[in-house]
């Protein structure tokens, strides 16, 4: 069968491969799942690890098939494996259990392991491909009336994640009524975060670097009752007196310079969440006494999150389900760029590399029809 795989390690490697089906005997206990690829994602992570900044093989293989965004039907159940069956649509997690004690309660997404595993990025083949095989244990099922959004829901789990610690964090707070949020970035995940945040009732201002006019990414905030406002006319601080402090905020920039820019523009209690994989290796210079008189005198809170456990992908699977019957057909505006079949993945990286001039918001294979 055709997938798409790179070399870790050497830039600009993206190539057709082709490999062997997957074969359900080797999945233990009989909890194997054999699933027909229908649509897989492309983002910046897929993109970094091509211009070979991040991802690493499995072992005993040279190369690494890329992937992690899925949208699947099963084709095949193991023995023991009740909960799903053949023509039933999934999305499967990225982040499989290491060695840590988290991992071994299902909460892989806070490993304390520094080598990870996750399907398409590190150590494990992803879902770039016709088929893949998995255990049913890492499979989210997916009601048939969001098929056609379902490939946003694995960047969703970042979204819901980020947001479930935030409101667990803030449990130390005995009442916390947030009714402000900002939203640093509006690519793929800063909108799935602004829809999340209006689902919850926030008044949500959303930041980008791009201009307003003619920018679908600020015509989607506005069509949900957010604000947009380009960071090259207004700073996020300087935004804070036309919409006061910020209770939440939301960065997935990935330019880390913003990052202190939010801590200035948090209201007392705010939490401040960071979801950028930043890469690189920026320096800036920051008012550091200012900023942390602030947090401590505010009793201020920022935290990092990566990657999403089931109950953030189940959480996502009802915010999706949610957002459609609230805002029909929004989600739908943000799979800008569909490319049918693996055999064109030049055009996927051609995209991806240019988002910009080809005003892409998500791009994703159609490996298959649904
Ligand atoms: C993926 C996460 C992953 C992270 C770090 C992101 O693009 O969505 O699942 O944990 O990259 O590798």
């Not at 790179?6 to 490999?19: D, G, H, M, W, Y």
């Not at 009740?82 to 990225?94: I, P, R």
């Not at 915010?319 to 030049?346: F, Q």
């Amino acid at each position: 069968m055709k997938a798409i795989a790179v070399t870790p390690k050497q830039a600009n490697s993206v190539r057709l491969v082709e490999i062997d089906k997957p074969d359900l005997s080797k999945i233990k206990d009989g909890r194997g799942v054999l699933i027909e690829v229908l649509r897989a994602g492309a983002c910046g992570t897929d993109r970094e690890i091509n211009n070979a900044e991040y991802g690493i093989a499995p072992e005993g293989f040279d190369f690494l098939i890329l992937g992690h965004e899925n949208f699947g039907r099963v084709a095949e159940v193991g023995a023991n494996v009740k909960e799903l069956q053949k023509g039933d649509y999934v999305v499967a997690t990225v982040r499989r259990p290491g060695h840590s004690f988290y991992d071994d309660i299902g909460e892989q997404d806070f490993t304390t392991d520094s080598e990870y595993f996750e399907r398409g990025i590190s150590r494990l083949h992803g879902y770039m491909a016709e088929f893949y095989a998995e255990s049913a244990d890492f499979l989210i099922k997916i009601p048939p009336a969001i098929e056609s959004i379902a490939v946003l829901l694995e960047p969703l789990s970042i979204v819901e994640k980020g947001l479930k610690q935030a409101s667990d964090i803030q449990e130390r707070l005995k009442i916390w009524r947030p009714k402000t949020a900002a939203v640093l970035g509006t690519g793929s995940v800063g909108l799935l975060t602004v829809m999340a945040l209006r689902l919850r009732g926030y008044e949500v201002h959303g930041f980008g670097r791009d201009k307003k006019d003619g920018y679908l990414n600020a015509e989607l905030c506005e069509a949900i009752g957010a604000t947009y406002d380009s960071t090259a006319e207004i700073s996020v601080r300087d935004s804070t007196e036309k919409y006061g402090e910020y209770d939440l905020i939301f960065e997935c920039t990935g330019y880390s310079p913003i990052v202190f820019d939010a801590m200035q523009s948090l209201n007392e209690n705010g939490v401040l969440i960071l979801s950028s994989v930043t890469g690189g290796d920026k320096t800036t210079e920051v008012p550091s006494d200012k900023i942390n008189q602030q947090f401590v005198l505010g009793n201020r809170v920022m935290f990092g999150t990566v990657n999403a456990n089931r109950e953030h992908f189940e959480l996502g699977v009802k915010d999706l389900a949610l957002c459609e019957a609230m805002y029909a057909g929004w989600l739908s505006r943000m799979l800008t760029h569909r490319v049918e079949g693996l055999e064109n993945y030049e055009k996927v990286f051609e995209i991806l590399n240019n988002a910009g001039e080809y005003k892409a918001i998500k791009t994703y294979f159609e490996v298959n029809k649904i």
